[in-house]
DNA sequence: GCCAACGTTGGC
DNA sequence: GCCAACGTTGGC
């Protein structure tokens, strides 16, 4: 079992379009980046992710799995692009803003602090248990 | 709205 | 294969 961050812009693909598409889930397609398609390619069926938000709120909102793997994203013909499926698990009680990880040092690695501009981040588990525990999980 | 960080592109 | 120019992202 392995832990991601998947980031969106609420304004183009929020919490509430993803938790609106219930268990039939949603290709987290229109990542032009070889960084995040690559982690995207290293996804299995059942990976948990973090949802967060950008721009606006910059927090965690919600819990996400990976329900289909990596496949050709259907909004380009361009093959070098592929992309995951994921569904909404659960909402965050309290969403985890990037100012609370900034503030936690045992949060100081994660790459959403140090590479903000990544769309599709690696999360350590232990990463992943502090930032539950932080949401009220 | 600005700017820093970063990735990609293209000329050489 | 290097590097300058450019575009995009995201925090502030």
Redesign the pocket.
Known sequence: MAYWLF???PSTWGWQDQLAKGDAGEEWD?V????ARNNMRLMKIGDKGFF?H??TE?AVVGIVEVSALAHPDSTTDDERWDCVDIRAVKSMPKPVT??MC?ADLRLKDMV?V??????VQPVSESEWRIICTLGGL
């Open positions: 980031k969106s812009e229109g032009r980046n070889y960084q967060y950008s721009q910059k990037l100012e900034k959403l140090n590479n903000t501009r990544l769309s």
